[in-house]
C-alpha cells in the first residue's frame, strides 16, 4: 500500500484526492483523542514515516514535525547519554 500513497496512482488512476481524505480523517481521529485528554501540552511531537502527511491537518499549537526515524535515534541517543 505505500507504494500506491506515496505515488498518488493505483493502476493508473490517480488517488491523491483520496488518500488526502484518509489523512484528514486520521489526523481529525488523533485531534480528538488529544482534545479528549482535557490537558494543555507544550509542545505536540509529530513523528513517524507518514506525520508530514497529517501535520498541516492538525490544529495543535507549538506542534513540531519529526522524522520517521526521529524517536528510535532519540531514544538511542538517551540511552547513550543515561548508560554511557
Given at each position: 500500500?505505500?507504494?500506491?500513497?506515496?505515488?498518488?496512482?493505483?493502476?493508473?488512476?490517480?488517488?491523491?484526492?483520496?488518500?488526502?481524505?484518509?489523512?484528514?480523517?486520521?489526523?481529525?481521529?488523533?485531534?480528538?483523542?488529544?482534545?479528549?485528554?482535557?490537558?494543555?501540552?507544550?509542545?505536540?511531537?509529530?513523528?513517524?514515516?507518514?506525520?508530514?502527511?497529517?501535520?498541516?491537518?492538525?490544529?495543535?499549537?507549538?506542534?513540531?514535525?519529526?522524522?520517521?526515524?526521529?524517536q528510535?535515534?532519540?531514544?538511542?541517543?538517551?540511552?547513550?547519554?543515561?548508560?554511557?
Amino acid at each position: 500500500m505505500d507504494q500506491y500513497v506515496q505515488s498518488g496512482f493505483y493502476e493508473g488512476i490517480n488517488i491523491k484526492t483520496l488518500i488526502s481524505k484518509a489523512f484528514q480523517s486520521l489526523a481529525l481521529q488523533i485531534l480528538n483523542e488529544v482534545e479528549g485528554l482535557n490537558i494543555q501540552f507544550d509542545y505536540y511531537f509529530i513523528g513517524g514515516g507518514a506525520a508530514f502527511q497529517i501535520f498541516d491537518a492538525l490544529t495543535l499549537k507549538n506542534k513540531i514535525l519529526f522524522g520517521q526515524m526521529a524517536q528510535t535515534e532519540d531514544y538511542e541517543n538517551a540511552g547513550v547519554r543515561q548508560w554511557g
